[in-house]
């Protein structure tokens, strides 16, 4: 158990809705990172906060945003969701802001858009 | 630009014999490399990580790597594979400078036989 939970652990939805995941961070972890992994594409980066503030932004459509509140838990908005954006979302959490950090990842939420 | 290679996509070998996963590497600064292992319907753990001290890496269950700057390569190897073992392997490339997010080899998957 790596200590980061991520809810829900699966989601059906349909084309057009609009969904949130949930990640909680390890206890003392500040940065949070976004994953999506899907067969087509392998596991991509989509985006890091460090304490609240925005670090680093990979390969994440307009059509998602994500956000870290005070107590440091994150949430990746999905919006007009596409039969493509069906994928495992990790969430994972590290110490610093320094990506040489270890990241320790949660169990996934497995997004399946019908 | 960084990239990284695994050159085999599927590996299979029989219980007690050794492993061997293979990876390349592309980076413009001195990188940081990094093995993570992946169990069905888990998250991603980290195995061991290279970051320019020692260039023979070893990491938890067994598993070690050694960075060849002259070959541009971060094999991972265990002597002896276990039925646990079978997961897939992803190879990870960051730069040892900047903010530039991991870059995901596609990963191997390693099945262990009987």
């Known amino acids: 158990d790596s200590g980061v939970t991520q809810t829900p652990k699966h989601l059906i939805t349909a084309t057009g809705q609009r969904v949130t995941l949930r990640c909680s961070p390890r206890?003392?972890?500040?940065?949070v990172y976004w994953y999506q992994q899907s067969l087509d594409q392998g596991l991509q980066f989509l985006i890091q906060?460090?304490?609240?503030?925005?670090?680093a932004k990979g390969n994440i459509l307009e059509r998602f945003s994500a956000q870290q509140f005070p107590d440091l838990h994150s949430e990746l908005n999905l919006s007009s969701l596409e039969l493509g954006d069906s994928a495992l979302y990790f969430c994972?959490?590290?110490?610093?802001?320094?990506?040489?950090?270890?990241?320790?990842f949660g169990p996934g939420t497995r997004l399946t858009v019908l | 630009a960084q990239s990284v290679t695994q050159l085999d996509s599927h590996v299979s070998v029989s219980e007690g014999t050794p492993v061997l996963l293979r990876c390349n590497y592309s980076s413009s600064y001195s990188p940081s490399l990094f093995w993570y292992v992946q169990h069905p319907n888990k998250g991603l753990q980290l195995l061991l990580k290279y970051t320019s001290a020692a260039t023979l890496v070893k990491g938890i269950n067994g598993f070690e790597a050694e960075f060849k700057k002259s070959e541009t390569s971060f094999h991972l190897t265990k002597p002896s594979a276990h039925m646990s073992d079978a997961a897939e392997y992803f190879c990870?490339?960051?730069?040892?400078?900047?903010?530039?997010?991991?870059?995901f080899g596609k990963g191997t998957r390693l099945s262990v036989i009987a």
């Open positions: 990870v490339v960051s730069p040892f400078s900047g903010n530039t997010p991991l870059v």
């Open positions: 994972a959490s590290s110490e610093g802001q320094g990506l040489v950090n270890e990241q320790f």
């Open positions: 906060y460090y304490n609240g503030e925005e670090r």
């Open positions: 206890s003392g972890d500040l940065s």
